[in-house]
């Protein structure tokens, strides 16, 4: 700012040279900022994958290695000796998978309800989902549990499932999918003799496909990484989803750390590259959820 | 508000004008279809949802026996014995210095980080995001474990980076001064991304209009910040202050995996408390009690929150 008086007084190719330098002093300090967040962004990645690679020996020894000196894979073969990771992989592909489509599917039967259908208590039933959108879990924590007992779902991939099965957030994502498109729509098949099972899946689904996926992406994401609930329903280690089996891990090989870096990263892996795979869907499922309020 | 835009439609043509009085002139009468797409859901909420939150208001004013599975009625006395249990309290405590540091750090990170993402002439901005989200990406366990082991004292690499400044062995989780401010950097860390994609959709989204008309104002670039793009970011903030609020108080699984609420109750948070009367000690009645009397001060502060930062006038 204090520049913009001398500038003006000098000739113009002084001055345009003058603007290139401070823009390019603009420009590195912008991308020098960005990459130094970039870097503190990924360290603790960086240190996780470190350690495992690093032979049990070392691990404490300081300074420590910033490179892996002696890169071993022991941790890991260790750790596929000590941790049934196949088996926790596939319980978190279970949980999520059915966990998640059972929420779509139910969730846009009740969104196409309070979006297209007219019906009593339509009101209630939408200022609930709204209420129970902000309810905190905390509540409800003693009771469920209780409930769940009393079914006899400890332990069971229902008793992880169920409970959080339709959640009020994916039915109001469902709603507000719905709403973009015109009643008349809806009208025009009903006239035409369509089944709302048919408009559902013919024309509601097309058009609110990208809010679908949305959901999918966002309440997979949601299920793969929750911790709370599974940690308080699953028992045995045969049921354990890929987090709660590192937390066991995490206790089990108590200051092996290189192996519980290596388990970190097997248990990292997976929803890493599913980011990967589906980076633009994932900024928008985690935006959305910023942009609902 | 999107109800509108269908009405909109139906005005225009002559066609969807007439299938729009269809809709009318069939008033009194509804869809019964409803009933069966709402029905898989009012059961689960039901079961799981209703039942629970009725029981656990009735049973925090009850006794409980699990073994008889009986609750009899006691008054108030679980929320008497709660307001005077120092723990309880100490829990509340850490829960505030939590918020206090995490949501204005990584709020502010995420607003700056967000500008800069947001500069015009920056190349690789999906490249940059993309780094950014990461820590929110992976199970909190993972990374809980982590910052774990680089807040180790003697051994941790954060501390080891810190001796190059000058900076002695920081005890970060094994002090009671440190603990919970340590976990509270941690999900800063964690959380400036996600805060920075909140701030990037709502920049993206403000009117070119009002920026230009600022610019050819003679606004100079720390003004255009200040008074034209986080008053019209607001809803934004309050958002984010909310849920940061909301998901501050309900931090369990770091302080469960780095500190076990350690040491001394320094990062005992009020759903680890919660956690460890219930299902430690087996004290249900109580345990319920602390959940609804934190979920009623959740509602209280965020409710009161909303109301502030929205009249504020930035």
């Not at chain 1, 059972?102 to 200022?127: C, E």
């Not at chain 2, 508000?1 to 969807?16: F, N, R």
């Not at chain 2, 656990?56 to 699990?66: C, F, M, P, R, T």
């Not at chain 2, 780094?131 to 929110?136: A, D, E, F, S």
Request: proline share 5%; net charge positive.
């Amino acid at each position: 700012m204090a520049g913009s008086t001398l500038t003006q007084s000098l000739p113009p190719r002084v001055q345009r040279r003058q603007g290139q330098l401070s823009s390019f002093i603009q420009h590195s300090a912008l991308y020098g900022i960005l990459l130094l967040g970039a870097l503190i962004s990924l360290f603790p990645f960086y240190w996780m994958v470190n350690t495992s690679l690093k032979p049990s020996y070392m691990i404490f020894t300081y300074p420590p290695t910033m490179l892996p000196a002696e890169p071993s894979l022991n941790a890991y073969r260790y750790v596929w000796e000590t941790m049934d990771v196949p088996r926790s992989l596939l319980n978190s592909i279970v949980v999520s998978g059915v966990g998640v489509a059972i929420n779509v599917f139910f969730s846009s039967w009740v969104g196409y309800a309070l979006a297209k259908l007219h019906f009593p208590l339509k009101r209630v039933l939408f200022f609930l989902v709204l209420a129970l959108m902000i309810l905190p879990q905390q509540i409800l924590m003693i009771p469920l549990f209780l409930q769940v007992n009393r079914l006899g779902l400890i332990d069971t991939f229902a008793g992880v499932i169920l409970p959080y099965a339709i959640t009020p957030f994916t039915i109001y994502l469902c709603r507000q999918a719905f709403l973009t498109f015109p009643d008349d729509y809806v009208d025009a098949a009903v006239i035409d003799g369509a089944h709302h099972f048919q408009i559902l899946l013919r024309i509601a689904y097309p058009i609110a496909k990208p809010m679908l996926l949305t959901a999918v992406v966002i309440n997979f994401y949601w299920s793969w990484n929750a911790f709370l609930w599974p940690f308080l329903v699953i028992r045995s280690d045969e049921m354990t989803t890929l987090p709660i089996a590192l937390s066991r891990y995490h206790a089990f090989a108590d200051q092996r750390w290189d192996a519980i870096m290596a388990a970190a990263t097997v248990v990292a892996l997976p929803i890493l590259l599913l980011y990967l795979a589906v980076q633009r869907q994932f900024v928008d499922a985690l935006t959305m959820t910023g942009l609902k309020g | 508000m999107m109800q509108a835009t269908g009405t909109e439609i139906t005005q225009v043509g002559g066609l969807s004008k007439r299938l729009g009085s269809v809709r009318t002139r069939r008033r009194g009468k509804w869809d019964r279809i409803a009933i069966l797409l709402v029905t898989p859901w009012l059961l689960q909420l039901v079961f799981f949802t209703l039942y629970p939150l009725y029981i656990a208001l009735y049973g925090s004013v009850a006794e409980w026996d699990i073994l008889k599975d009986t609750m009899t009625y006691i008054g108030f006395d679980n929320y008497i014995k709660l307001f005077s249990d120092a723990e309880f309290f100490k829990a509340l405590r850490n829960s505030f210095v939590y918020i206090l540091i995490q949501v204005p750090a990584s709020l502010t990170g995420g607003f700056f980080v967000a500008l800069l993402l947001n500069s015009s002439s920056l190349r690789g901005r999906a490249f940059f995001r993309g780094i950014y989200i990461l820590p929110v990406i992976v199970p909190v366990v993972v990374m809980a474990i982590v910052w774990q082991w680089m807040y180790a004292t003697n051994s941790g690499v954060i501390n080891y980076l810190l001796s190059f400044l000058g900076i002695g062995q920081v005890p970060w989780l094994t002090s009671e001064r440190f603990s919970m401010p340590s976990i509270a950097l941690m999900k800063v860390w964690n959380d400036v991304g996600l805060y920075a994609m909140f701030f990037l959709a709502g920049l993206q989204g403000l009117s070119k209009d009002v920026l230009d008309a600022a610019e050819v104002d003679g606004v100079n670039k720390w003004q255009m910040i200040r008074h034209i793009k986080l008053p019209l970011l607001n809803p934004v903030v309050v958002f984010s202050v909310v849920m940061g609020t909301l998901w501050g108080l309900n931090i369990f699984t770091e302080p469960l995996l780095m500190t076990e609420g350690g040491p001394r109750g320094s990062s005992l948070t009020t759903l680890l408390y919660l956690y460890r009367e219930g299902f430690i000690w087996s004290r249900l009645g109580y345990a319920n009690a602390i959940g609804v009397a934190s979920t009623l001060i959740i509602l209280v502060l965020t409710f009161v929150q909303r109301r502030l930062l929205e009249r504020s006038s930035w």
